[in-house]
Each structure stands twice: as structure tokens, then as C-alpha cells.
């Protein structure tokens, strides 16, 4: 009996620590996101304190644009500040992005996806930190020829005061300057990793082409005035769009807005903490289920002796509340320690993201706690619940079998309605007009979780033909202990399916980002293939970033002086807010809109079209899925705003169809200049002669363009493996936050196995008396693990397939017009190998055998006496 | 010595340390003869499954030596053991003798299929045949009643043509019908095929059925008998104090 009890004691740890491990990792991701990104927000909200501490009252601006540049103030207006009573100096500022500083070597300095580069007029002020920034050395800029720089990228590029330096605009191209000063924030080199460059102010309005204009700037109020009073009389002169509030509301406001990006990335990384918490919440259920399964007899005397069923439920329910408190506190604790450990690593990787202390705010530990306590406590409802079902009489049953076999077409009947309610929700919220409802976004979230339990509800009925496939390729290989993982897996279709459910939810996520990034792929590849007649195409470096970045016109004029170009066209890229409107509809939307030239059409052939493409001043063109979205004919009218120079009326006199107009909306370039009020390209194609390549052309520009590196010179090939390269980067990043959740999904097979092997001692030590050795013993563990992986991951793989082509079809009108299923690498790379499906089918075989080294060794371990003798 | 399917040499098996410490076999020596139908009996505790384990290679000795033939099974890696044990010897264990995902026919050439040797198939008819259950053996072991289990049992310990079988009180969990087919088939496959087997048990009636007894008290070989009829074992056990 000791003995008996000894081993319960041991799969009992195994349960606690493999159950409590799900909890641990799941929660800890999510509070390690929320401390990290606390901690950031804290480090920000510092930062801005100080950079707003010698500033009474600062003047900015609004604008109806979420992604534009800002908009300005006239100088004359600020001027007008001076006027209010109790100001005592009002210091104008004007701030944009758009410049690049070059290393000595003529390479774009901490270039890359880091933060970017701002430009900004300094000017002496009497009181230190208007701006934040001060000079700590050196003197203020003055003049078309001289320039300041933050500490950070002075020391970057080792710069010394009085160095020359060559800064690239993107409106006004590249300018030699002198190194006048070298700016800090505060105690900072820099304000949180970013660059800055620094002109007076009419040299900052020279290279932004803001002439006469502002962003804004600071106030100094005489001793004694009352602020409230300053401000009132401050925003009375200035035009309705300026923003007029005090130093300290502006440092609020300022952290505030870089909270809410920060909250964007928190609740994008906590997402995979939730998936990995869900995905665990299977291996929990899992386990309990099986454990009460196990314990049926133990249940049964306590029934016997006369427990309720209330209090078996309270048995089984108080464990799991146990197990998931520990694992939450352990898992907050290791949040903390994920958090702890980026503030090391992402310096060291040269990602300078400012910090302070570790910020552990309540709301983490409580979401943290809570979180791992509820899953835990909610997995194990339903088997608690059935525990409470134990009848007396099993405890006098010799063999306690899986309860609840059968009810086969109950389960299919059941099962395929709500399959087909999921369906439903699905393809209304993505095809459908959901008008005033909630959101598609809330109907395909509905419809991906309902057809989740439906696949959940149906997969037993899967599991036992799907297993026995497997098996029996598996068998061929493997022989006899092939044989007896098959039947093994297939003995309890439910557990198979519990177990392989885990796997399913993570490699569904898999698949799908295989899936997305592989039909996204073959869009590019499409268009860039067939659909743009150009050899090759001037982009600013980093044109994946930001689909406004730019540069000046002088690039477009140096390739087209080389002899080998037979023909440009140049392309202008903004922001606009297109307002449609006909009877019933009105539809606003804030788009990229492109200033053409009217060769445009011949670099990008359309499919077909209506109209014209070669809009006049006031026209428009676009192509066809956006007019169809704003209900849209040849001739109707729209509004288009320009963020600077506001609405104006616009007639479509041209419908383009095909991919390589995907998403355009364009106007006459002189339109697009006029409004933007400067001149800078976004992209520049090029055609070569007769009988002259692309790679030829390429190598002829290149040269001509050596001195802007800034932009660069592609031929479509190069886009293309860019594009890849590209696409790879963001698969790859999401895949490692995936990895997490597979590995839950996995521990879920290391879970079930161990308790099956607890389970199947007996028969275990008979087949190691009648001559299964240990190797075998182990594989036939493994191979069922694997088994069990495999089917949990062609779920998964469907599921992802299905869910992607779901995706890609509804956003066939915004230019996915390829479905592409990544069965195979895509290149020989690590990353095209991890996009590939069969590469997630084989790697979770082989998962599943690595997962069950454990329990296979367990299995193989027992002594066979003790094992055959055993209860 | 040298006509022994199997003999146990000066073997001694201790369980535990210290207070805990149990003697099962003391320094015990014994031979189980070739073609002959041994019963072990003695009471509980005495060490007769003790010794069956350690003779049939399912668990190591403490001293002295085992010898499947002229094979000394302490010498063996338990790779070689478990080959041994699946090529030269066949088990019939009171209880769960099957594997419950194979079906009967699969449970009974198990050993043949882990060793991957050909199954004979005059033989395993003639096997099936014999101990009645050619019909059920598509059927799970589930589906089957306990005398046809151990049937099936005694089918998969003979079908490999083992050098010796141990059989484990394999009729003590069955009816006395069930007990006596079960019985007298062992007592054929003797008779018939010259199969050695050795037999634990505490029934009388059962080890009437063999060749010779060899009765065990506290670890040691206290006596035995020639062509035991139950009468006579009666007397013995009584003697023996059991």
C-alpha cells in the first residue's frame, strides 16, 4: 500500500509541476509585457516631466489626420503671443522628420527599424529646456551651415564640434554642414533612443520647405500671472486648430500619447500570453480530466463512505484552484523576471529603449493572479462536475473504464451545429454587411472561437481513424511497438482529442501566419512578376516602414540623365481623407493617396479599365475594389482633405483593375504639390532602352545615386527577395511568439503520456515479461506521443489553411488576390523552412517524440515485478 | 544437473534495508527437469513467486546465480534478458494476462512479433485448436471471459515453443470448470510436446495435475514430492503446518 501510494504521490507531482508550468509560462508572458511595458511608460513619463519642467505653457497644433505630418502655425500668428498680457517670452519652434545624418564613410547613420530621426529648430533660450534639448557643448547653430546633434548619434558617428557633417533631406536632398553644438535631454544623450538634428529656425523651415510656418513652441509667463488666464488669452489670438495648454498638462499629454503606443505593443505581445493561456487551459482540463478518470474508484469509497457530490466536486475543484494559484504567483514572479531580463538583453542587442526601475503595478499581479487562478479553476469544471458522478457502485467494479463512450451521433449532430453556427458568424463577419451591428471584427473573432469547439467537439470522432492511419504508416517503420502506440492512441478517442487539442490551437496560429505570409508572398511575386513594366525602381531606403518616406527631386533628375533610361515615371506619396458620399451612404477614410504623372499607366499596365488614367487638376482616378467599397461610378464626386491645405472636390474619371493598382488612389502630381506644399518623390520608376537589362540599368544608376544613400536602387528581383526577406522577418517574429504556446501544447502530450504510463503500469510490466525490452518500451511511448502531435497538428493545419483562405478572400479587395498554401519552404533559409506546413507536420512529430523522453523513460524504468503486481 | 530447463543455485533475494529488511529466498537451491510439469507450493510468504521471478529472469537475485538451461542469467544486460525471456520462456500470471488493445490472436504471438520471428501457423492453429478458442480470436481481450483470457494466456506462452513456462497461479482467479480445462491442457502440453513448466500455486487440486511438487517455507526448499495426487499433498501441507 505504501508503495501504491508512493507512486500516486509521484504522478501527482508530475501533474502539479507539468499543470502548474502551462499556468507559469502563460502568465508569466503577460505580466512580463505588462512590467516591461510599464516600466517603459514610467522611464517616458520622466522623461517628459523634465523635458516640459522650464515650460509655463506650451502651443501645438491638432489635425484630423491619425498618420500625418502635423499641422503649422503662421509665424505671424505666434507673433501675436507677445501681445497677451503676463507672457513674458514665447520661443517658436518647428519640429518635422524627413532627414538622414551620414557616417564619415557616406552610409545613413543608425539606420534601420529603430526609432526615427527627427528635425527641429534650437534656438538660445534665456530659461534651459524649452525644447528638453539643450546644448551641452559647442554652441547653438546658426545659419544655413551649421548644425546640432543629440549626444547619442554625435557619439555614433564620432563626431567632434566643428566636424563637418552630411545631413540628407528628403524635400531639399543633401547638405554639407558644420557640427556647431551637441544637444542633450536632460541627463540623456537623447529622448529615448531617437535622432535629432538641429537648425535655427529659418534653416529648419528651409529644409522642411515650411516657409513662414510652425509647430508650435513654448511660453514664459511673468512672475505672479495666473496661467489659466495666460492660456485663455493666448488661444483667443491663435487660429481654432492650435492646442494652447500648460508645461505640465503638455508632459501629460505627451506621455500619455507615447502610453497608448505603448499599449498597442502590450496588447499585442500579452495576445500570445492569452493564446499560450488558452492553449494551457486544455492541458488543465486534460489533466483533471484523466486524474478523476483514474481516481474513479477512490471516488467512488468516498461516495461510499458518504461524501456529497458537492463536496467530491469541492475536492476536485479546490485542487485545481491550489495548483493555479501557485502556478499564477509563480508565473507573476517569473513575469518580473522576463521583464528584468529584456531591460538586459535589448540594450546589449543596440536597442536603446529608455528605462528606470522595474514598474510592478497592482493591475499586473492582479490580472496575473486572477488570470491563472480563473483558467485553472474554469478547465476543471467539467471534470470536477463529473467526478461528482461517480457512482457508488464503481467503486466495486474491478475495472474503471473511460466513462461516457458512445453517443456518436449525438456528438456529430451536435458538434456539426455548432460547426455550421461558427461558419456563420465567420463568413458574416468577413463577406458579409454587418451595417450597424458590432464590428466584422466581432463576428469573425465569435465565429473562429465557436468553430475552435466545434472542431473540439468533432475531433474524438477523428481521432480514432486519423490515429489509426497514422499508426499504421508509423507501424511499417516501426513494427510492434508501432503497433501498440496505435492502439494505444486510439484507445480513448476523447483523451487523443483533449490532448491533441492543445497542439491544434498553437499550430492553427502557425499555419495561419504560414499561411498569410505564403499568400502574401505570391501577391508580390504576382504583381511584381506580371503587372509592373519597369526595369528597375528608386526607393528611400526602408520604403517597408513607412509608405510616405521620400525623397528629393533632384534623384529623379540624375536617372534620368543616364543614357541607358528610356523612360520615367515619378510617384508622390501622402496621406488624404476621402469622403464619398452618395444618398444612403457616407464613407470616410483616412488612405495614402499618390500624386501621378500620365505615364503612370504605362509603368503600371492595369488589367482593364473605365475612363481615363490620365486625371486633370480636380480629377481622380483609383482603382476598382475602393470605388466599388465607396459605391463609386465614372463621374461621381468626392471630397478629398489634404492635411496642409485642406478639402477639395474631386471627379473619378478613372477605374483601374488589376494588382498592380491594388490600393492606389491617384491625382494629377501637380495637384498632389500643391496641396502637400512640397515637392518629394516616394518612388521613381525606371525603363531601360532597347536591349539593355535590368541588373544592367541598375549598375549604370547606382552611381549617379552613390552620394544619396538614402535611396536605393532596385530591380523588381530585388524587391522581390526583399519582399522575402521581409515577410520572413515578421513570420519569424511571430512564429517566436507562437513558440511559446506550441511548447504549452506540448507539455499537454508530456502530461497525458506520463499519466498514461502511471495508468498502464500493469500492462506495461506484462509486455516487458512476454519480451518488449526497454528501447522498444521507450519507442512505443514516444511513437504514440508523436502520433497524438501529428493528429493535433493536421487539425491545426487545417484550421490555419481554412482561417487563412477565409482572410485572405475577404481582403481580396484591398489587393490579396493570390491563396497560396505553403506545403514547402519557400527558400532553403531557416525562415523559409519555418514557413512551411510540412515542415510544422514533421517538426511535431518530432516535438512529440522529445516530449515523451519523460514518460518514455518513466515507462521503460519500472522494475517488471512491482509493475505486474501493481493495483 | 545437466537435463534442467532451469535451477537456482545458492539464490538469495532480500528486500529492503535495515528494519524493513525481508529474506524472501535463502540461499535456495533448486532444479526444474526437462519435460517435467513442476508445481512450487507453500504459504504465503513462503517465497514461491519470489523465486519464480528471479528464476524467469523478471528480477534480480541478491547472491547465488539462475540458470536458464546453461545460461546464467546474472551475467545478462536486460536486453539480453528481455530476449531471453521472450525466445525461451512463456507466462501465465493469475491476472491481467493480456494487453487490452490487441486482440486475442495479436496477444498471442506478442513474444513471436517483438522478436520478429515468423509465427508457425500448424502450430498456432493446432495451439488455438487445442485450447478452444480459435473462435474468439478477433475478439479484445475485454470481450473474452476470464477462462477463455487465460486460455489465451497459456495459447501465447506456448505458441513461441519456449524452453520452460512459468505459470503463476494461473487458475486462481477461475471457476472450477474454467480451472480444470486449463489444467488439463498444461497437464498435455507435458504429456504431449515434452513442454517443461513450472508452476505456482497454493491449490492442492492444481498441483495434483504435476509431475512433482517442491514445497517452500520461509525461503528455503523444505520438501517435495513425486506424482502428487491431492490427497496426499493434503496430508503433506498439514505436515508442513500450513
Request: proline share 4%.
Amino acid at each position: 500500500m505504501l508503495r501504491v501510494s508512493l507512486k500516486g504521490v509521484w504522478a501527482h507531482k508530475v501533474r502539479l509541476v507539468l499543470t502548474a508550468l502551462a499556468i507559469i509560462l502563460g502568465v508569466g508572458l503577460i505580466s512580463g509585457v505588462y512590467v516591461y511595458t510599464d516600466t517603459i511608460g514610467k522611464a517616458f513619463d520622466g522623461i517628459f516631466a523634465d523635458a516640459y519642467a522650464g515650460i509655463d505653457i506650451a502651443i501645438g497644433t491638432e489635425s484630423d489626420f491619425s498618420f500625418g505630418e502635423g499641422t503649422y502655425l503662421d509665424e505671424a500668428d505666434f507673433a501675436l503671443i507677445d501681445e497677451v498680457p503676463g507672457v513674458e517670452e514665447a520661443f517658436p519652434v518647428l519640429q518635422g522628420m524627413g532627414v538622414s545624418v551620414l557616417d564619415s564613410e557616406g552610409e545613413v547613420l543608425g539606420s534601420g527599424p529603430g526609432p526615427p530621426t527627427f528635425v527641429a529648430s534650437l534656438s538660445p533660450a534665456e530659461s534651459d529646456g524649452v525644447s528638453g534639448f539643450t546644448i551641452a557643448e559647442g554652441a547653438f547653430p546658426v545659419g544655413s551651415g551649421q548644425v546640432a546633434l543629440d549626444r547619442g548619434i554625435a557619439d555614433l558617428g564620432g563626431f567632434q564640434i566643428g566636424d563637418r557633417v552630411t545631413v540628407i533631406s528628403d524635400v531639399v536632398g543633401r547638405l554639407d554642414l558644420t557640427l556647431a553644438g551637441i544637444a542633450t535631454f536632460g541627463e540623456d544623450n537623447t529622448l529615448g533612443g531617437t535622432t535629432w538634428v538641429f537648425f535655427d529656425l529659418p534653416t529648419t523651415q528651409s529644409v522642411l520647405q515650411r516657409p513662414g510656418l510652425l509647430s508650435g513652441g513654448a511660453v514664459q509667463v511673468t512672475p505672479g500671472a495666473q496661467i489659466d488666464e495666460v492660456i485663455a488669452g493666448i488661444r483667443a489670438k491663435l487660429p481654432d486648430h492650435a492646442t494652447v495648454v500648460s508645461g505640465q498638462d503638455a508632459a501629460e499629454a505627451e506621455a500619455a500619447d507615447i502610453q497608448s503606443a505603448l499599449s498597442f505593443f502590450t496588447i499585442f505581445l500579452s495576445v500570445f500570453g492569452w493564446v499560450a493561456l488558452f492553449v494551457g487551459s486544455f492541458l488543465i482540463y486534460n489533466t483533471f480530466r484523466i486524474v478523476v478518470s483514474q481516481r474513479t474508484r477512490e471516488l467512488a469509497l468516498l461516495r461510499a463512505l458518504g461524501a456529497g457530490a458537492r463536496q467530491i466536486r469541492g475536492i476536485v475543484l479546490l485542487e485545481a484552484l491550489t495548483i493555479g494559484f501557485i502556478g499564477a504567483v509563480l508565473g507573476v514572479g517569473f513575469g518580473v523576471m522576463i521583464a528584468f531580463g529584456l531591460q538586459l538583453i535589448l540594450p546589449a542587442a543596440g536597442i536603446d529603449i529608455p528605462t528606470t526601475t522595474l514598474s510592478i503595478k497592482p493591475r499586473t499581479v492582479i490580472v496575473g493572479l486572477a488570470a491563472g487562478t480563473v483558467i485553472t479553476f474554469v478547465s476543471a469544471l467539467i471534470p470536477a462536475r463529473r467526478a461528482s458522478k461517480v457512482s457508488v457502485m464503481a467503486a466495486l467494479r474491478e475495472d474503471a473504464p473511460d466513462p461516457a463512450r458512445g453517443g456518436f451521433l449525438r456528438r456529430a449532430l451536435v458538434g456539426g451545429a455548432i460547426l455550421v453556427l461558427g461558419l456563420a458568424a465567420l463568413f458574416f463577419g468577413l463577406f458579409g454587411d454587418t451595417g450597424s451591428g458590432p464590428s466584422p471584427v466581432v463576428y469573425v473573432g465569435v465565429g473562429v472561437g465557436v468553430i475552435f469547439l466545434a472542431v473540439f467537439a468533432l475531433s474524438p470522432l477523428a481521432a480514432g481513424p486519423v490515429t489509426n492511419l497514422l499508426g499504421t504508416i508509423l507501424e511499417r517503420f516501426t513494427g510492434t511497438s508501432g503497433r501498440l502506440a496505435r492502439r494505444n492512441a486510439m484507445r480513448s478517442p476523447r483523451r487523443t482529442a483533449a490532448t491533441a487539442a492543445a497542439v491544434t490551437i498553437s499550430i492553427t496560429l502557425v499555419a495561419l501566419a504560414s499561411t498569410l505570409t505564403g499568400s502574401i508572398r505570391g501577391t508580390i511575386d504576382e504583381v511584381l512578376a506580371d503587372d509592373v513594366v519597369a526595369d528597375v525602381i528608386v526607393l528611400p531606403e526602408g520604403q517597408f516602414g513607412d509608405p510616405t518616406g521620400a525623397f528629393a527631386p533632384e534623384i529623379a533628375d540624375r536617372v534620368r540623365g543616364s543614357d541607358l533610361v528610356a523612360d520615367i515615371t515619378r510617384v508622390w506619396v501622402g496621406w488624404a481623407i476621402l469622403t464619398s458620399e452618395t444618398p444612403t451612404t457616407e464613407t470616410v477614410t483616412e488612405t495614402l493617396i499618390t500624386g501621378m504623372e500620365p505615364n503612370l499607366a504605362e509603368f503600371l499596365p492595369p488589367d482593364a479599365f473605365e475612363g481615363s488614367l490620365d486625371p486633370g487638376p480636380g480629377q481622380v482616378v483609383m482603382e476598382a475594389s475602393i470605388a466599388e467599397s465607396g459605391n463609386l461610378e465614372l463621374g461621381d464626386s468626392v471630397v478629398i482633405e489634404f492635411e496642409q491645405a485642406g478639402e477639395f472636390p474631386y471627379t473619378l474619371v478613372g477605374i483601374a483593375e488589376g494588382p498592380a493598382w491594388a490600393g492606389i488612389i491617384a491625382i494629377p502630381s501637380t495637384d498632389w504639390i500643391s496641396a502637400a506644399g512640397i515637392d518629394q518623390h516616394a518612388q521613381v520608376y525606371a525603363k531601360a532602352v532597347e536591349g539593355v537589362t535590368a541588373d544592367e540599368l541598375k549598375a549604370a544608376v547606382e552611381p549617379l545615386l552613390a552620394d544619396s544613400p538614402n535611396v536605393t536602387v532596385q530591380t523588381f528581383e530585388d524587391l522581390q527577395s526583399e519582399a522575402e526577406a521581409q515577410l520572413n522577418g515578421v513570420l519569424n517574429f511571430i512564429l517566436a511568439l507562437l513558440a511559446l504556446a506550441v511548447v504549452i501544447g506540448m507539455l499537454g502530450v508530456t502530461n497525458t503520456m506520463a499519466l498514461a504510463v502511471f495508468e498502464r503500469t500493469r500492462e506495461i510490466g506484462l509486455l516487458r515479461a512476454v519480451g518488449l525490452d526497454r528501447r522498444t518500451t521507450r519507442r512505443m511511448v514516444r511513437a504514440e506521443a508523436s502520433i497524438v502531435s501529428v493528429f493535433g497538428a493536421l487539425m491545426g493545419i487545417g484550421l490555419g489553411i481554412f482561417f487563412g483562405w477565409a482572410l485572405i478572400r475577404a481582403l481580396e479587395d484591398q489587393g490579396f488576390t493570390v491563396f497560396a498554401i505553403p506545403w514547402l519552404p519557400s527558400s532553403l533559409s531557416v525562415a523559409g523552412v519555418l514557413g512551411s506546413l510540412l515542415f510544422w507536420l514533421f517538426a511535431t512529430g518530432i516535438l512529440g517524440i522529445l516530449f515523451a523522453v519523460y514518460p518514455a523513460w518513466r515507462a521503460a524504468r519500472l522494475k517488471v515485478v512491482e509493475a505486474i503486481s501493481h493495483l | 544437473m545437466n537435463s534442467a530447463a532451469a535451477r537456482a543455485e545458492g539464490v538469495t533475494k532480500v528486500y529492503g534495508w535495515g528494519d524493513t529488511r525481508v529474506t524472501a529466498l535463502d540461499e535456495i537451491s533448486v532444479a526444474f527437469a526437462k519435460g517435467e510439469f513442476t508445481a512450487v507450493m507453500g504459504p504465503s510468504g513462503s517465497g514461491k513467486s519470489t523465486l519464480m521471478h528471479c528464476m524467469a529472469g523478471l528480477d534480480s537475485v541478491t547472491e547465488g546465480s539462475v540458470f536458464i538451461g546453461d545460461q546464467d542469467l546474472s551475467t545478462l544486460s536486460d536486453r539480453r534478458l528481455t530476449k531471453l525471456r521472450r525466445e525461451r520462456i512463456g507466462f501465465i500470471f493469475q491476472a491481467f494476462n493480456l494487453v487490452p488493445t490487441l486482440s486475442a490472436s495479436e496477444n498471442i504471438t506478442l513474444p513471436l512479433d517483438l522478436a520478429g520471428t515468423k509465427v508457425d501457423q500448424s502450430w498456432f492453429d493446432s495451439v488455438v485448436e487445442t485450447l478452444g478458442v480459435a473462435d474468439r480470436l478477433k475478439h479484445r481481450p475485454s470481450e473474452l471471459s476470464g477462462g477463455q483470457q487465460q486460455r489465451v494466456a497459456a495459447a501465447r506462452a506456448m505458441v513461441s515453443r519456449p524452453e520452460l513456462i512459468f505459470a503463476d497461479e494461473p487458475s486462481g482467479n477461475l471457476d472450477s470448470k474454467a480451472s480444470a480445462d486449463l489444467l488439463d491442457f498444461l497437464r498435455s502440453a507435458v504429456k504431449d510436446h515434452a513442454q517443461t513448466i513450472v508452476m505456482v500455486t497454493h491449490d492442492a487440486n492444481a498441483a495434483g495435475y504435476s509431475d512433482r511438487i517442491v514445497f517452500l517455507a520461509d525461503g528455503r526448499v523444505v520438501d517435495s514430492m513425486e506424482d502428487p495426487n491431492p490427497e496426499r499433498i493434503l496430508d503433506r501441507l498439514k505436515s508442513l503446518e500450513y
